[in-house]
Every structure is written in C-alpha cells, then in structure tokens.
C-alpha cells in the first residue's frame, strides 16, 4: 500500500491535494501509535526497528546514503534508551503538579507528550522504512532527510528532559517555576538558550500540534494570493526585486535552510519587528478577508474616551465616591479607544453623547437596508482585554471572534486598544484598561446594558490584564466584576523557567527570546534601535505595508516560505549587536505611579502601584483607606507567607522524598552539569541570541506578574476562568495561578485542551478543534454572566 503510495505521487495531476491526504494519514498513524503505546513499549518497539534498520543499511556497501541512514538509526536508538528513563522520572512525579486529579496537566506531561509524540513520528517512519526499504519506489534522499531531522529533533528534546529534571530537583516543593538564586536562573537561561532550534522550525514545524493546523496554512495561503496581486497593484512603488523572489524560492524547498533562517530570526530581530509582524492583520485587505468568514453585526463602532477624571461609587458604601483619573503614565493624559460590538442595535447604542465620541475608521459606506429596530438593553456585559505581547495588535485583530461572541452571548462587548509597549511601558496599559472598565461600569447604558453581569474576558497578555483590572479595581473599593475568563494568560512575566516553558526552544509562536523581548518592553527596559535611513523615510506604515507585500507575494511559492520574506527587509539592517542594558525604571506621573525607593544591592523590595491619592468625596470614615493604599510599606517584600507555591503537607513530602532520588542520581546541582557524561545536545550556529537576561524588580510588581500578588490581593478576585493549552509554553502560569487560587479557597476552573498552539482564540475558524477550544471559552463567559439564581435552576436536579 505504502508502494502504491509512493508510485502515485509521479502523476502530475492532483499530487498536491494526494501529499496533504498522505501527511494527514502518516499524522494519524503517528497518532494512533501515540495513543495505543506506553512510554516503555513504545521505546523498545522503536530500539528494535532501528536496530533491524541499522544493520540492513550496514549491509549494503559502503555508499554514503547506506553509511547516514545506518548512522541516523544508530542515533535514534542511542537517543531513545537514554530519553525513556528521564521521561519515566519525570512521569512518576507529574501528578504532584496538577491543579486536581481531574485536571492532569503541567509542564512535565506537556514535554513527555511532546516527547513521546516524536517518538512515535520516529516509530512510524522506522516501520515504513523496514517495510519499504527494498523497493524501487523507496523515496531515500526523502526519507533520510525526515529521518535526521527528527532525529535532531529527539536529541533536543532529551536535553529539554535533563533540563526539567533539574528544575524538579532545584524548586522548592509544589514550585513549576525555577527558584534558584538570581546567578544561578541567569546561568540557566543562558545556557538553555544556546540550544539549536532550527531543526523544530523545518521539516518538524508543529509535529507536536493536532494534524489539522499545517494542512490549513497551506490552505489559506491560496486565499490570500489574489489579495496580494491586487495590494501589488496598488502599492508597486514597494517593489519586491527578483532577488528576493529566488532566495525566498530556496527556502520554501528547503526546509532545513528554512528552519535555520527561523532560528536567525527569532534571536536576533528586535521587538520593533515582531510588532510590525503580529500588525499584518491590521492591513485594511486581511481584516477585511477575516470579518467576511466572522459573524455579522450590527454595531461595530470604534469609540474615543475623552481622558476626564469621573467618580464612582465604593461598594463598601455607595454614598462615598472614589476619583478614576484618566491614564497619565509615560506619555500624559490622553483618550482611550474601544470598540463596541453588538450583535443586535441596542437602546443606548445609537444616542447622541455616544456618537458623539465615535471615532471615524476610514470613509463610511452608505447602507441601504432598512434602519434596524432597537432591542432592550442585556443584562450582561463583556469587557475584554486582546492579547499580542502587551506589544502588538488591536481590537481589529481579534473583531472576527468577538463577534461571534456577540451572536452567541446576546451580549453587547467592549474591547479596549490600549497602548503598546515599548513606546508605552507598564502600567499605561493597565492605566487605560482599567480607566476603560470603570468608564463601561458607570455608562453601560451608552453600551446597551444594564450592567446586572459583568464579565472580563482576554487572551493572553489580555488575560494577564484582566486580573490586574480586577484586582486594581478591588484596590480601588469599587464594583469588582462577576468573573474572569481568562485564555492561556501570562501570569508571572519574570524571567523564570519552567517545565512548560522550556517547550519555547519548538514553538514557533512563542519562542522564549521573543517572550523576553516583549517582557522587555512592556517593563521599560527594552533598549532603543537605531534604524537606517530607509526605515526612516517608510515610517512605520510604510514598513508594515512593505513587509506585507513581500509577504503576500512570497505566499505564491508555498505557505512554508511566507516567514522568509521578512528577510530581506531585516537583512538591511545594522548587524552590530550590543550587550541589553538595564535601563532605570521611568517614573509614573499618574496616581498610579511605581514606587521605586533606593535600597542596597542584592534586596528584592516589592514595587507595587501607589493609590495613595483616592481622593473619597465624604470625609466621614476612612477606615477603608489603609486596605486601598497598597503602597510598598503596606504590603512590604514578598515572603514565603505572602507568596505560598507550596503543595499539601502529604504531596510536599511525598515530592521530597521523588526529588531526593533524583538529587542523588543527578549529582551536583550545577547547570552545567545537567546532562550525562556522554551526552551532547546540538548548540546553535546563529551566534549570540539578542535576549534581554537582565532581572528587573518591576516584573515582581503583582500588577504585572498576578502570580505574585500576595494573598490578601488574589482574595479579592471574582470567579476566575482559565482556558489553557497543553503545548503552550504558558501553561504553568496557568496552572500555578488555578493551585494558589484553589489553594485561598477561591473560586477557580481550569481547562486545558490538548493539542492546540497559544493564540487559538484568533484561529477559531481554523478547524474544528479551534473551533471547540472557542466554544469551550463562550461557554465559560456565559457561566459567569448568567446570574447565580438562574445557573441553579437550570441545573439538573440530584439523582
């Protein structure tokens, strides 16, 4: 059958829809294999194929394709047996991590999965060679270069398990987050990011996600041709020379120089690039492209908040009042943008004080359908934060899930465009979402609600806001939402390990120097580019738009080569790298402004936000005053009682005695001696990474790593919903986040999907496991909007 297979491919017509109907079948053989096997079965059914595998290839001569594929089965061997123990030690100890029994996901098992699902690629591939290596169809060249790539991918992957082997006998009890001295996490990094990566960003880009993801990629690429041949037309005065165009060739038919330019691009471009990147979306023909798939609605308005000072009511006793500023940090007062979305024209919607802050987005079409009846105004209200590394994207980025949201919620939905980092550092985001929330809280009848139910709702760094807003709000003394949904969120951005996290060394979303560049930036610290005198003169729209029309050309050539065009723009540039350097923290001018006090080195002081200025309308009772001030000598450092990662006493102890076998099997404690003698991971060829290592108390701030907020904060949290990912290299901020809530007796979920990369709300339209994974988040929200009341009359009566 294999045979059969093979000779088809020669026929000229249909071979490409027959190559995706192949890789789907060998991804769902791999599957089955991964599924059906245990961690030690599946070991020793591969050491036995490549050992059968080995000495046939031995056998035939002493070419040089016989001699590699001999050598590529030699080494899979070598790297299974000594892959499988490391895995078992880390599988034996995994529950002891899990928020709940049925909830079995950390980072330990995310990279066993990982693991064993190049395993089972390798086992798959080793069974068809064995059975086809004899004929004449026999793809060789093909079949060793798959071979050797996966290989070095298993090689890595087995330095990923010594790594977590080391954080498992270094953190404290309970703890996903590496908690050594500050040298010693730096060494960790630093040694950890020498790994070569390029050998996940080729042949087995995304191997680990569900079968679904790679076939649509190449998919969409072909709806987006004919918008690039027309964007052409209109911008020629861009250019793309021919140059570009072949050397874009090569890497769409060659994946392991593909992977290797991926590999360049992730360590050594700047943020400045990923934000202009992660904006393609924002182009007038994507956006458009994506809404025309998205649900249709009424109102989708983009509205500019004029930056007054208003009051609100403390929920402790309405009759006081408390004054919400507008943002002022870093750059001064200003509005803020939302977007309102609403699936039916509500009352309030269409009133004239809120036209009058409607801000235009470009010449309006005339409509001719009949003007739209009014609806009564919901009783819910949805205010969401977008993810994008607190440094790209906009509410446009995210409208085509929002509304669908709308429709399904009957809800109207506030996203908020807060400013981005580097130009605008923490806390101005948190400043103008939180300036936002309240606004929306005090005017929801302008928004078409009447506010009965609030919800939160952000991916991402949008998540990481909703719990800051939260808990700002809290701070405050005013109205608190009635839930948070939070989708794979960034709750602790300090510069930590983890288990989870050392799964950026494959993902080509989130690779770990991109994570640090955007904490970077959003923290202050990201040091300023000096671009040449052609970037100047584009500007930034002007290298967005140039970008993406090397990008929508070059996805004529294949969806593999789409990232390569980016290229010949960055290959323009300076190519001195300097050392990051810390620069000292800008003060806020806003009442929220960072404390930073002067302090001898080597102390940790807690910089939080100040709210000393609340200013309370009645002078009567300030008791409440102390509890709002969280001042840093309110809450002071963060201690071991603040901040309890720490298991039940019978997990703690029985993880204890786990980590001491694995301390006395390990040996020393030092990272350079995480791997066995004998044992070489393949180090990268692109030179220093450009990742900023620097340690920055401001991410210990609990308005920017929640992770961190001590208890008597993370108390005041609603009913908290999170939706993870089990490949996502964030997963453990979600996991610790659920344990330290579950832990205060908080009212907490977690769910995790399996197989998903971070970012699928913004791919819900993808397949139908995105699909899924975005219901499951609809379905949190409407578990927090629908009123306590009701929730338990619907519910099932006892059995």
């Not at 390029?198 to 690429?221: D, E, K, V």
Request: hydrophobic fraction near 40%; charge should be neutral.
């Amino acid at each position: 059958m294999e045979s059969s297979e093979e000779t088809s491919k020669n026929g000229k017509e249909g071979s490409k829809s027959h190559n995706r109907r192949r890789w789907r079948k060998d991804k769902g053989k791999a599957s089955r294999i991964l599924q059906s096997m245990d961690l030690r079965t599946m070991t020793q059914s591969l050491v036995t194929l490549a050992e059968d595998n080995m000495a046939f290839f031995s056998s035939q001569g002493p070419g040089e394709t016989a001699r590699r594929l001999s050598n590529v089965f030699a080494g899979v061997r070598e790297q299974a047996l000594g892959l499988e123990p490391a895995l078992g030690s880390l599988l034996s100890v995994a529950h002891l991590f899990d928020l709940d029994p049925e909830t079995p996901a950390n980072g330990y098992r995310s990279l066993v999965h990982t693991a064993r699902c190049c395993l089972a690629h390798l086992l798959h591939k080793s069974r068809y060679v064995a059975s086809n290596r004899r004929s004449i169809f026999f793809r060789t060249s093909h079949n060793l270069a798959e071979l050797e790539a996966y290989l070095a991918a298993l090689t890595q992957l087995r330095a990923l398990a010594y790594y977590a082997q080391r954080l498992l006998a270094t953190n404290r009890p309970g703890g996903l987050f590496f908690e050594g001295d500050e040298g010693l996490t730096a060494d960790f990094l630093r040694e950890y990011v020498t790994l070569h990566k390029g050998c996940f960003y080729g042949r087995c880009l995304g191997f680990q996600f569900t079968p679904s993801i790679r076939p649509f990629l190449q998919t969409i690429s072909i709806g987006l041709v004919s918008f690039g041949e027309h964007y052409k037309r209109n911008e020629s005065g861009l250019g793309v020379t021919a140059s570009s165009l072949f050397t874009s060739g090569r890497f769409a038919i060659d994946p392991e120089l593909r992977g290797a330019e991926f590999e360049r691009i992730t360590q050594n471009l700047d943020v400045h690039f990923w934000k202009a990147f992660w904006n393609i979306t924002e182009i007038e023909v994507l956006s458009s492209l994506a809404n025309m798939a998205s649900a249709t609605v009424r109102v989708s308005r983009l509205i500019s908040l004029p930056p007054e000072a208003f009051e609100m009511p403390l929920t402790s006793d309405p009759k006081l009042t408390v004054t919400i500023s507008p943002p002022l940090a870093h750059t001064g007062p200003g509005p803020v943008l939302i977007r309102l979305i609403s699936y039916d024209l509500r009352e309030g919607q269409d009133s004239e004080e809120l036209n009058s802050m409607v801000k235009s987005e470009g010449p309006r079409i005339l409509e001719l359908r009949p003007r739209p009846q009014q609806t009564s105004r919901s009783r819910s209200l949805v205010v969401h934060f977008h993810g994008g590394g607190f440094v790209a994207q906009t509410s446009k980025s995210h409208e085509p899930y929002l509304k669908s949201w709308a429709q399904e919620l009957g809800a109207p939905i506030i996203s908020i465009d807060y400013s981005l980092a580097p130009e605008a550092p923490f806390p101005r985001a948190l400043e103008e979402c939180f300036f936002a929330y309240c606004w929306a809280v005090k005017h929801c009848a302008l928004l078409g609600s009447t506010g009965e139910r609030i919800c939160l709702a952000g991916d991402s760094a949008g998540g990481n806001l909703c719990f800051t807003v939260a808990l700002r709000a809290a701070a405050y003394g005013v109205r608190v939402p009635d839930g948070i949904m939070a989708a794979y969120p960034a709750t602790m951005l300090q510069s930590a390990a983890s288990p989870s996290r050392l799964l950026s060394l494959m993902d080509p979303l989130l690779p770990l120097s991109v994570l640090s560049k955007c904490v970077s930036a959003y923290a202050g610290a990201e040091t300023e580019e000096h671009p040449n005198s052609d970037e100047k003169a584009l500007g930034m729209m002007g290298l967005v738009r140039r970008d993406t029309s090397l990008l929508l050309r070059d996805l004529r050539l294949g969806a593999s080569s789409w990232l390569n065009s980016f290229l010949e723009f960055s290959g323009q540039k300076s190519q001195k790298t300097s050392a990051p350097t810390v620069e000292s923290m800008r003060r806020s001018v806003s009442e929220a402004a960072l404390a930073q006090p002067e302090g001898p080195v080597g102390t940790d002081s807690l910089k939080i936000l100040t709210l000393k200025d609340l200013n309370l309308k009645s002078s009567s009772e300030t008791s409440e005053t102390p509890e709002m001030s969280l001042s840093v000598e309110t809450l002071g450092p963060s201690t071991p009682s603040d901040v309890n990662f720490f298991l039940r006493p019978e997990d703690a102890r029985e993880e204890a005695e786990a980590k001491e076998g694995l301390s006395a099997k390990d040996g020393s404690s030092r990272v350079s001696n995480a791997f066995p003698e004998g044992f070489h991971p393949r180090r990268t060829s692109q030179g220093a990474t450009q990742m900023p290592l620097y340690s920055s108390p401001i991410v210990k701030n609990p308005f920017m790593s929640p992770l961190l907020a001590p208890d008597n904060m993370l108390k005041t949290l609603p009913p908290v919903h999170i939706v993870a990912c089990a490949l996502d290299p964030m997963l453990d901020d979600s996991v610790m986040f659920a344990r330290r809530l579950r832990a205060l007796g908080q009212p907490v979920t977690l769910r995790v999907v399996e197989d998903l990369p971070h970012g699928f709300l913004s791919l819900a339209s993808l397949c139908r496991e995105t699909r899924q994974a975005a219901e499951l988040c609809v379905e949190r929200i409407r578990l927090i909007l629908t009123p306590p009341a009701a929730a338990a009359a619907a519910a099932p009566p006892p059995l």
